[in-house]
C-alpha cells in the first residue's frame, strides 16, 4: 500500500523557516523523482520543488534561493528546508512524485505550514 507521511510544518514568523519531512512507504522509493507542493486556500496546488532519483533539484522561481529539497533514500524520506518564510506562503504543504515525470501517487495529508506577519 502507497503511502505518503508529511510532517514538520506549524506556525513561523515571517523570516521563519522550517523543515518539512516526507516518508513514503509501498514504493521504490530510490528510482522516483519527488516533489514538494503546496495548496493555499482558494488556489490550485503548486509544485514548489523537485528533485531527481539522482538528486538533481529544481525550484519554482518563487522560492529559489530560500527553498531547499534533498533526499535520503536509506530513509525513503524527502525534504524541504524553507527559509525566509513569507505571509503568502502558508498552505498546506504535500509531497508526492514529480508529476512532470510520473503519474502522482495517492496524496498525503499535508503539513499546515502557517507564517504570520
Known amino acids: 500500500q502507497v503511502q505518503l507521511v508529511e510532517s514538520g510544518g506549524g506556525l513561523v514568523q515571517a523570516g521563519g523557516s522550517l523543515r518539512l519531512s516526507c516518508a513514503a512507504s509501498g514504493i521504490i522509493f530510490s528510482i522516483n523523482a519527488m516533489g514538494w507542493y503546496r495548496q493555499a486556500p482558494g488556489k490550485q496546488r503548486e509544485l514548489v520543488a523537485a528533485i531527481t532519483s539522482g538528486g538533481s533539484t529544481d525550484y519554482a522561481d518563487s522560492v529559489k534561493g530560500r527553498f531547499t529539497i534533498s533526499r535520503d533514500n536509506a530513509k525513503n524520506t524527502v525534504y524541504l528546508q524553507m527559509n525566509s518564510l513569507k505571509p503568502e506562503e502558508t498552505a498546506v504543504y504535500y509531497c508526492?512524485?514529480?508529476?512532470?515525470?510520473?503519474?502522482?501517487?495517492?496524496w498525503g495529508q499535508g503539513t499546515q505550514v502557517t507564517v504570520s506577519s
Open positions: 508526492n512524485r514529480d508529476v512532470a515525470v510520473g503519474l502522482a501517487l495517492p
